[in-house]
């Protein structure tokens, strides 16, 4: 944190790194040395400490875990998110070798965390499990950061010089309609149509999931305005998450449209009629 708190164990946080033998600073360049050299509130006064720019957090053996880099923390839909942990967590998966994460924008104005995996042993990366994947995400990181998609590669792309080139890793293919099954109304087609708006698609299977297929919360959001538009309910964001393919929406919508046949009849009440008293 900005007060330089130490970090508790099982927390991440920015590694710092004092004591002897510690550098002086960067030979001609003061404005990196005073970023990266600070004071130190651990030490005996005028002490320094160098950020290192490394995310780590102490494991329950007593050992530093490398998470990522402080340099490619992103901001997306209004939250910050660390893909050095994404990528951490893909990577403690025993058939994921390698994993990285980023933020691509391949519609101008809708930015996505994508993963990349490389499968371990040399198998074959269309052999890798995604929607196993995708659930140890779903457990072990909140929703907004769990990536639109996972994109099985044979190996990282690198530069000349070795590095790992993000620019060129590939855009995520999410295909066609995975179900083949066409709409069968006018409320599973109006459907397919705004999933498909929204996700940048050509085509909508009925039984198309909508986050499998790239969506994420803040199109939920725009999906469940869409749907309080065309179908004049009173729609959640939670129905969307709840109900996450065209079959299903369409099967709720139509039980939040139809008029309740099993709901009891009130018996006719009896009309009162004021009654008089003769004396």
């Not at 050992?63 to 997306?76: A, E, M, N, P």
């Not at 101008?108 to 198998?123: E, I, N, T």
């Not at 293919?173 to 929204?198: I, K, V």
């Not at 109900?243 to 139509?254: D, E, R, Y």
Request: aromatic residues 6%.
């Amino acid at each position: 944190t900005a007060r330089l708190d130490a970090a508790p164990r099982g927390v991440q946080g920015e590694l710092y790194i004092a004591g002897d033998g510690l550098a002086r600073g960067y030979q001609g360049r003061p404005d990196l040395t005073a970023s990266r050299f600070v004071a130190c509130p651990f030490g005996a006064p005028g002490e320094r400490m160098y950020r290192t720019g490394d995310l780590v957090r102490w494991g329950e053996d007593g050992r530093l875990q490398y998470i990522g880099r402080t340099d490619f923390q992103v901001k997306i839909r209004g939250f910050r998110i660390e893909l050095g942990e994404i990528e951490h967590v893909l990577a403690e998966h025993p058939a994921v070798a390698q994993a990285v994460a980023i933020v691509r924008e391949d519609r101008v104005g809708d930015q996505r965390l994508v993963a990349y995996a490389v499968p371990a042993g040399k198998s074959d990366p269309a052999a890798l499990d995604v929607p196993a994947l995708m659930a140890l995400l779903r457990e072990r990181l909140p929703e907004y950061m769990v990536p639109a998609a996972i994109v099985p590669l044979a190996a990282l792309p690198t530069s000349p010089s070795g590095k790992l080139d993000r620019a060129a890793l590939p855009a995520p293919d999410h295909g066609e309609a995975a179900s083949g099954r066409a709409p069968a109304n006018e409320r599973e087609e109006t459907l397919c149509r705004l999933f498909a708006d929204l996700l940048g698609r050509e085509q909508i299977g009925v039984d198309d999931d909508f986050f499998a297929s790239g969506g994420h919360s803040l199109l939920a959001t725009r999906l469940s305005g869409r749907i309080r538009k065309e179908f004049g309910i009173d729609s959640k964001v939670t129905m969307v998450f709840r109900n996450p393919t065209v079959a299903q929406l369409a099967l709720c919508i139509q039980e939040l449209t139809a008029p309740d046949q099993n709901r009891p009849r009130r018996a006719n009440r009896p009309q009162l009629r004021q009654m008089t008293v003769q004396e």
